[in-house]
């Protein structure tokens, strides 16, 4: 069965800070993808991105930046010069062999002005 | 493009009343997903369709819970009859698959307070 930890319950920062979530998987898929969503105090969940098992290449888009490691089985997400804007709580997800996506708990980032 | 549809986002019922909540796909998406979210169990899902079908609903609680798709444009989901512990936030989302995992795309949600 697949599953996804994401050990930072609470995160806390001051604007302009960088900032790392933490992701840890298991699974038995040899194909998988996974997630990133952000779900701010507004309450929807908003897709980041996603990436393919066989793409280990890191991904940049602004100021967020994604670091899949398939050797420690994580997809790390790292926010640069944090803002206020930031502060949401961040799953961490997984799709494969099963249609469904297998959450993590999620982190709750909180950016202080 | 209009995204997920959800009706209605927030629901105040009383214990043993019936309760339906509605999703519209985003048009030529043909998977349908209904999670629920709660403090104790996070983010869980409840049932999936694949073309109007259902394919898995293993997540169902219980047979107090029922799901359909009549269509590729309506889902819903009902709860009959509610109890408090079925307060949660209800989401759709939907996909459009075509033989791989293709990335689920959410509703605003519907928060179901059952008193």
């Known amino acids: 069965a697949q599953k996804v930890t994401q050990a930072q319950t609470e995160i806390s920062v001051v604007e302009k800070e960088d900032v790392t979530l933490d992701c840890v998987y298991e699974t038995r898929d040899t194909t998988y993808y996974l997630f990133w969503y952000k779900q701010p105090p507004s309450g929807e969940l908003v897709f980041l991105i996603r990436?393919?098992?066989?793409?280990?290449q890191n991904e940049i888009s602004g100021r967020y930046s994604w670091n899949f490691q398939k050797s420690t089985s994580s997809f790390n997400f790292t926010i640069t010069a944090s803002q206020v804007v930031d502060s949401a709580v961040y799953f961490c997800a997984h799709g494969g062999s099963a249609r469904q996506l297998t959450f993590g708990s999620g982190t709750q980032l909180t950016v202080l002005p | 493009d209009a995204g997920v549809i959800q009706s209605p986002r927030h629901e105040v019922t009383e214990m043993g009343q019936e309760v339906t909540l509605r999703c519209k796909p985003i048009s030529g998406h043909n998977s349908l997903f209904w999670y629920r979210q709660t403090m104790m169990r996070g983010l869980e899902l409840l049932i999936y369709f694949n073309n109007n079908v259902p394919i898995d609903d293993s997540g169902m609680p219980e047979d107090r819970f029922s799901a359909k798709m009549p269509n590729a444009s309506f889902s819903t989901l009902k709860i009959q009859p509610s109890e408090p512990r079925d307060s949660a936030v209800y989401f759709c989302?939907?996909?459009?698959?075509?033989?791989?995992?293709?990335?689920?795309?959410f509703g605003p949600g519907t928060r179901l307070l059952v008193l």
């Open positions: 990436r393919n098992s066989f793409d280990e």
């Open positions: 989302a939907s996909t459009q698959t075509s033989g791989g995992q293709e990335t689920q795309y």
